[in-house]
């Protein structure tokens, strides 16, 4: 029972329960029964458990070689096998739940994660270290719409926004650990282009991401585009994020810190609730 919490910490349980709320919220704006809402969630929930379990496994040697103290395994609460059979298994969960939804929602669970996975065993240090991010996060909103009995994939622009707020959590997900990457050999895209351009790309990118949800769930005639009562709240967003994006992009140039970091998050943190609202109207 004492490696529980150990295992659980290292699941990176933040992103885990946040994007598993996001998957749900999605799944009954899609108009989800509670049956079929459950197996989403638990489906989503048991994916990014593997993914994040087997991060920490797989970056074992790193994290104790940098002395990652936020990180169990590296601490010596608990081994990297026991880390790596944890994501076994929640992987093969993740894909059973999935099958009961059917088999396009298990074709496209089995792409994101499978991008997810090969994020964390390789591309993390290649150049390409975004594409995960991109095909993931863009097919997430898609995962709740093909939960439905009568699947459909999510809107084009629902999928952009999606694919914009993964390129966005790349690059501010790596801004505080780019000297200790830089130390055990990691060289991804952000780490090839520096703190600055990352900063600057991931606030253009969360920006745009902003802009193609208001585009496509607000403006009348957009395919998708969702009953009018959520146009004050979408374009609160857009206003919001830009307005962060803006001030970020000043900080970014000038100084590029913590500050820039938790302005990319905040940034973002208010697409995800942004894609959220406008979820009523995701199906394509």
């Known amino acids: 029972m004492s490696t529980l ?16 709320v996001l998957a749900v919220v999605l799944g009954v704006s899609a108009g989800l029964d509670a049956a079929r809402l459950a197996l989403l969630g638990g489906a989503v929930f048991a994916g990014q458990l593997s993914v994040g379990w087997s991060n920490d496994a797989i970056d074992a040697r790193r994290d104790a070689a940098v002395g990652r103290a ?39 669970h089995v792409v994101a994660l499978a991008s997810a996975w090969s994020y964390n ?6 150049a390409a270290s975004a594409l995960p991010f991109a095909i993931s996060f863009g097919l997430f909103p898609s995962l709740a719409t093909l939960a439905r009995a009568d ?23 790596v801004l505080p650990d780019l000297d200790d990457d830089a130390a055990t050999g990691i060289r991804g895209l952000p780490h090839r282009l520096g703190p600055r351009t990352s900063a600057v790309v991931a606030f253009v ?9 208001a585009v496509g769930s607000v403006v ?17 967003g857009l206003v919001i994020v830009l307005a962060i994006a803006t001030a ?17 998050m905040l940034a973002a943190l208010v ?6 609202v406008a979820g009523v109207s995701v199906a394509a």
């Open 151 to 173: 699947p459909l994939p999510a809107t084009l622009w629902a999928s952009a926004a999606g694919a914009m707020l993964g390129v966005a959590v790349h690059f501010s997900n």
């Open 70 to 108: 936020d990180k169990p395994i590296a601490r010596g609460e608990i081994s990297a096998r026991a880390v790596g059979v944890a994501a076994s298994v929640a992987l093969v969960v993740a894909l059973g739940m999935s099958a009961v939804l059917g088999p396009a929602f298990l074709g496209v």
């Open 248 to 264: 970020g992009l000043v900080r970014a140039v000038r100084r590029p810190d913590r500050t820039v970091f938790r302005l990319v």
């Open 205 to 213: 990118a969360v920006a745009a991401g902003a802009i193609a949800v």
């Open 121 to 126: 065993a390789w591309l993390k240090r290649t």
């Open 5 to 20: 919490p150990a295992l659980w910490r290292s699941s990176h349980p933040g992103p885990t329960v946040v994007v598993t």
């Open 271 to 276: 697409l995800a609730v942004q894609l959220a």
């Open 220 to 236: 009348p005639g957009s395919a998708g585009a969702g009953p009018a009562g959520i146009a004050p709240v979408v374009t609160a």
